[in-house]
């Protein structure tokens, strides 16, 4: 059979046997355990087993001689496969059943004892997870792999009572090779052990196998893991070219003869092939080796290309056949987008020609009160706040991200820095990622770029973020090592790393990337432009405006350490850490250097830990490389007492940790949808404490003229001066009732909006982002619920303990209200408002459809229900 024959017989074969390519979900029916068996001792610290996990992914060392020799690895049976929990006969039936994804940390009691910096929960120590599973008969004469997206981390893999690998970074996807050790036609058991050191994050990392889970079953002549790669090197209206390389893995002790065949067709929205092939590659002969891979390159053109933009989120999908002896032997589809991009120096960030401001966002990878582990709908939804504010591109500081992210992105619309360490040989942690670097940084770059590098929405590669070399006069040579390993895998991408340092925009780093990346610099852009005028100008980290959703603290002080009380911070917007500003600062900087590409702000959303300026240990001075300003700020520590605070999670974000968004969240939209009218009016205006008081009033909006009324009385109209982005109203005397603005663009009435004085609590609102959920048991529902006066107004300062309780398929997962000090445990279904607002997240149950119905009460108030479908 030719290659073109099997190419039109084998959509059909490949969805209807299992003789090609398996990737099963391998979620479901884990059992866990905190803890280690007594015997261990410190037998499985990483020193001790770093030999026999290290042959992990060596296939993804370019210097083969590093590779560790076949056979290994072969742990001392004595106490490595002499562990009882990874045993396959040990008696787990005590053990907790439950589904991936799942993080340990989220789930417990927040303690006071534990540090902020990593928000006070209890995500470190060891822990156990154990899975029985089949393995067919079938399964003999195949390669059965385990890919795992992400485990938080330092994992070790038993099969069957072998240690059969591991990955020490948590945030890398990964795969282990079962076979060797499976029992085809029996039950075969997985144990897989985490241990996360104390002092190994600057922020909350999760504990767990907190991402998906899969089963990938090949022939033993197969498509690579990662193994294809789109790129698109010609792009116009009226043609495409695409390049479609191709690795293959020979698993056998013989040569392999192959055919390939190649499809391109439209996607949908799953990425999966739609209609009739568009382009067909020339069927391509090729041999691979006995244990050796082997690649093939395709170029297929396209005319009339659909492309890849923000708006039209437009995708193809490469199919690739593998035959051999006429029969076929696997398929893989790969989506990929068509867009011509170009990071300028002198002209910004260019899709598809015309120029994007980068108007981005840097996001950890907590969601908020589900903790890291991953949900789709919760990633969803953050995307989905962060485009009504008009952000269009995430930083996914300071790690690889979910791959269900990257896909988000791609389909909504989102530009993409993919970020790949937050340090490098020298550490900002006792136990970071430093002590793994030298083994693990080439794997994980490798398999970071392997994995993303198909993604339309990924613009650029960040090798690194604040990194301590930047401090040695040698440094930059590393940040060379590392670029150059990005390159090998991906030469259409620029790299960048995000500098704290000055000196790093001319002390060689510079040299070796293709954008620089000033974190909180932007009173050096006009500098490095005149100095560097051909390299790009990226803001990778800005503003770190801190902000708590409706507090506000008078007098308005206006240095940027002011607005502090009661374990919040004022959110007139004016108030930063030393080395951070306001967004009106670094747009004022933007505006005058044009060319900077745009800016990533930390952050969009609240995340866990990292409560500055609430912080209870010195992490932030690493952000001095300075000796003079390190000294100061190990000063003002010292004074501080480094005092254990309430704070659990951090003030930065544009938006607050259950997903509501604070004045800030205005304020950005204001600058990112210049045509969108609207008009934001802070503070609230229910101050009866403050009759008489100067209370200053400050509105965002998209305006350029703004005339704003208290009670029906002009307070006058401003016009908004050049480099000006707020319009301040500072001297107001505050009386009760109405406050209005009206506002106009170029002339003409734009947008208006008000802020009264609300009578007292008197009832519950309940209004849910989606009222039909999928039964699947991972669907969700956030459920908004507002104390509101009696004619339905948010009562801004209320904060009423609210009761919750479901009825029907489903179940409350979790609680929140973005309060940065509120330690009452996610998972309660009590909850105190916060300043009006408190958030319900509802999970469906695995198919059992049918009505929902969420009841919230609160003393003394009218309480509310919300009737919702799960299908
Ligand atoms: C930056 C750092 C971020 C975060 C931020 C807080 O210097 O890169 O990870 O710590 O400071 O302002």
């Given amino acids: 059979m030719g290659a073109a024959d099997a190419a039109a017989l084998t959509i059909s074969n490949a969805d209807s046997t299992q003789s090609v390519r398996e990737r099963i979900a391998f979620n479901d029916g884990w059992l866990f355990r905190q803890g280690d068996p007594a015997h261990i001792g410190g037998a499985l610290d990483y020193e001790r087993v770093r030999d026999w996990v290290l042959p992990t992914g060596d296939h993804l060392l370019a210097d083969a001689t590093r590779r560790a020799p076949a056979g290994t690895p072969t742990p001392d049976a004595n106490y490595t496969n002499g562990t009882t929990w990874a045993q396959p006969d040990f008696d787990d039936t005590k053990w ?8 340990w940390g989220v789930e417990g009691d927040f303690r006071q004892d534990l540090p902020g910096e990593t928000g006070k929960l209890p995500w470190f120590g060891t822990a156990w997870y154990r899975k029985h599973f089949d393995s067919p008969a079938s399964d003999a004469g195949r390669r059965v792999y385990l890919d795992i997206d992400g485990a938080m981390s330092n994992a070790l893999v038993w099969l069957n009572g072998r240690l059969i690998g591991g990955w020490p970074y948590g945030y890398t996807s990964w795969r282990v090779d079962l076979t060797p050790h499976l029992r085809p036609g029996e039950i075969n058991t997985l144990a897989i052990r985490l241990d996360n050191a104390r002092e190994s994050s600057r922020w909350y990392p999760g504990g767990g196998l907190y991402r998906n889970v899969w089963l990938v079953k090949t022939n033993p002549v197969h498509v690579a893991q990662w193994g294809v790669f789109v790129t698109t090197p010609v792009v116009t209206r009226e043609a495409a070219t695409v390049d479609i390389a191709v690795t293959l893995d020979n698993t056998t002790a013989t040569g392999a003869n192959v055919e390939l065949a190649l499809r391109v067709f439209e996607a949908d929205a799953q990425g999966r092939p739609a209609g009739a092939p568009v382009a067909l590659g020339e069927p391509a002969r090729v041999k691979v080796d006995a244990a050796r891979q082997a690649n093939y390159s395709h170029t297929v053109t396209l005319a009339a290309p659909r492309l890849w933009s923000l708006a039209a989120r437009h995708r193809y999908v490469a199919e690739t056949l593998v035959i051999a002896s006429g029969a076929l032997v696997d398929r893989v589809t790969t989506p990929f987008g068509i867009r011509k991009t170009d990071t300028t120096a002198d002209r910004g960030f260019l899709l598809n020609g015309e120029r994007v401001p980068i108007r981005g966002v840097c996001l950890h990878h907590d969601l908020g009160a589900l903790g890291a582990a991953i949900n789709l709908r919760a990633m969803e939804r953050q995307l989905e706040i962060l485009r009504e504010m008009g952000c269009n591109a995430i930083r996914t500081s300071h790690n690889p991200p979910a791959p269900e992210l990257l896909e988000l992105c791609d389909l909504m619309g989102f530009l993409v820095m993919d970020e790949a360490f937050d340090c490098w040989a020298m550490g900002k942690k006792r136990d970071d990622y430093s002590r793994f670097f030298d083994d693990w940084h080439e794997k994980d770059l490798r398999a970071l770029v392997r994995r993303d590098r ?95 959703r409706g507090e506000y603290f008078f007098p308005v002080g206006e240095n940027k350490n002011d607005g502090r009380a009661d374990n919040q911070v004022s959110s007139y917007d004016l108030y930063a850490p030393r080395w951070a500003t306001t967004p009106d600062d670094e747009w004022r900087a933007q505006d005058e250097n044009p060319a900077v590409l745009g800016e990533f702000v930390w952050t969009g959303f609240d995340y866990l830990g990292e409560p500055t300026p609430y912080n209870d240990d010195a ?20 004074e501080l007492g480094r005092v254990r605070t309430l704070a659990r999670s951090s003030y930065f974000g544009i938006i607050d940790l259950a997903g509501f968004p604070k004045d800030r969240f205005y304020h950005y939209q204001a600058r990112w949808r210049p045509d969108l009218p609207m008009a934001h009016i802070l503070p609230h205006w229910n101050w009866p404490e403050r009759i008489g008081e100067i209370t200053p009033v400050h509105v965002y909006t998209s305006a350029d003229e703004a005339e704003l009324f208290l009670n029906g009385k002009s307070l006058g109209r401003k016009k908004r001066s050049p480099l000006e982005y707020r319009f301040r109203w500072d001297e107001i005397v505050y009386e009760p009732g109405e406050l209005k603005v009206l506002t106009w663009k170029n002339g003409r009435p734009w947008a208006e909006a008000a802020r009264t004085t609300t009578g007292p609590a008197a009832k519950l609102t309940l209004g849910a982002d989606r009222a039909a959920l999928r039964a699947d048991g991972q669907d969700l529902s956030f459920i908004t619920v507002t104390i509101a006066d009696r004619d339905g107004r948010p009562v801004p300062r ?49 198919g059992s459809p049918g009505a929902i119905t969420l009841t919230a009460e609160s003393d003394g108030l009218a309480g509310a229900r919300v009737d919702l479908r799960s299908e």
């Fill in 96 to 103: 907790r059943a439950l589904d991936l994804p799942h993080d």
């Fill in 454 to 548: 198909n993604h339309p929405c990924v613009i650029q590669w960040s090798i690194g973020n604040e990194i301590r070399e930047q401090g040695r006069s040698d440094g930059w040579k590393l940040a060379a090592r590392l670029a150059a390993i990005v390159r090998e895998e991906d030469r259409t991408r620029p790299i960048a790393c995000g500098f704290n340092g000055v000196r790093s925009g001319y002390s060689g780093f510079h040299a070796v990337m293709d954008i620089v990346g000033y974190n909180y610099k932007p009173h050096e852009y006009a500098r490095f432009r005149a100095a560097h005028p051909h390299i790009p100008l990226l803001g990778a980290e800005t503003a770190s405006t801190i902000s708590s």
């Fill in 619 to 638: 992490t932030n001075l690493l952000n001095f490389s300075d000796p003079v300003e390190r000294a100061r700020a190990e000063k003002e520590l010292a």
């Fill in 798 to 846: 209320a904060r009423n303990l609210i009761r919750f309780h479901v009825t029907g398929p489903a179940e409350i997962i979790a609680t929140d209200n973005g309060d940065a000090t509120d330690h009452t445990a996610f998972r309660s279904t009590a909850r105190r408002a916060y300043n009006a607002l408190a958030l319900v997240i509802i999970r469906s149950r695995p």
